[in-house]
């Protein structure tokens, strides 16, 4: 399997998964010329993409469907709500290519099995994904206010996965944000902190695990380094057996794509 961030932030989120025989996207948050320089940067072409599976309908996750459809016509793969938003908004016109998906119901999108599962956050019906190829997983869970054992169920044995690392609390609490959207962020259905995203990594570490992407940060409301460093110390902090050296971790960039991660 294949593994790799196209742009991940608060501005814009998008990741490419592939197998030797299908290749997917997992949102579309940026620019169409983003996405497809990114590909480029995979050795993959846009046309290769199978599939574009959308995690919920906010515009940093899908602001660049309209023109990379218009182009490629890639089939769309999201839950009916964001797809009813996506045709009621007229984001996307003339293009009827869609598949509706349920949390917890697995599909197949050539050899990639496909696991969509359920994450709080305000959207109408938003879903993370777990990818599985052969003995192969990867997953990106991303926008969520908190983390169920649910979630944690769903995310253990991956071996990648892009996990949020939102904000530092103390940094959103002190910022120019206006006091309702501190605390939206901070509520149930909105964004997970460094904190608990160490929290969660710890609980779905194993001795297979090969790369931790932390991703979805806040510009305004967190820095690379800070959540690295948080990230680390709630896992070595944590009862776990694992410390935070004992793989990698590295922050899913906002601008540019990350490197490719074969598993």
């Given at each position: 399997m294949r593994f790799a961030g196209i742009a991940s932030g608060s501005s814009g989120n998008s990741t490419y998964i592939g197998s030797d025989k299908t290749h997917i996207l997992i949102d579309a948050g940026v620019s169409s010329k983003r996405i497809v320089t990114g590909l480029h940067s995979f050795d993959i072409k846009p046309e290769e993409i199978t599939a574009v599976l959308i995690t919920?309908?906010?515009?940093?996750?899908?602001?660049?469907?309209?023109?990379?459809?218009?182009?490629?016509?890639?089939?769309?793969?999201?839950?009916?709500?964001?797809?009813?938003?996506?045709?009621?908004t007229k984001i996307i016109s003339d293009f009827n290519n869609f598949n509706t998906i349920k949390a917890q119901e697995e599909f197949y999108i050539g050899d990639l099995?496909?696991?969509?599962?359920?994450?709080?956050?305000?959207?109408?019906?938003?879903?993370?994904?777990?990818?599985?190829?052969?003995?192969?997983?990867?997953?990106?869970?991303?926008?969520?206010?908190?983390?169920?054992?649910?979630?944690?169920?769903?995310l253990r044995g991956v071996e990648v996965a892009i996990v949020e690392a939102n904000h530092d609390i103390k940094l959103l609490e002190c910022g120019n944000y206006p006091y309702a959207l501190k605390r939206r962020i901070l509520g149930d259905r909105g964004h997970l902190s460094n904190e608990n995203a160490g929290k969660l990594i710890s609980k779905i570490l194993h001795d297979n695990i090969k790369h931790i992407f932390l991703g979805h940060l806040s510009k305004e409301n967190n820095y690379p380094e800070l959540a690295f460093e948080t990230v680390k110390y709630e896992i070595d902090i944590d009862e776990c057996r694992y410390k935070g050296t004992d793989f990698p971790i590295e922050i899913a960039k906002r601008d540019m794509p990350s490197r490719l991660i074969f598993i």
């Open positions: 919920h309908e906010h515009s940093d996750h899908i602001s660049g469907l309209k023109t990379f459809l218009k182009k490629y016509n890639t089939p769309i793969y999201a839950t009916a709500k964001t797809i009813e938003f996506i045709k009621n099995n496909i696991k969509p599962f359920q994450i709080p956050h305000d959207a109408l019906e938003p879903v993370a994904f777990r990818v599985n190829c052969k003995d192969k997983s990867v997953a990106v869970a991303t926008d969520m206010g908190y983390f169920s054992d649910d979630i944690v169920k769903n």
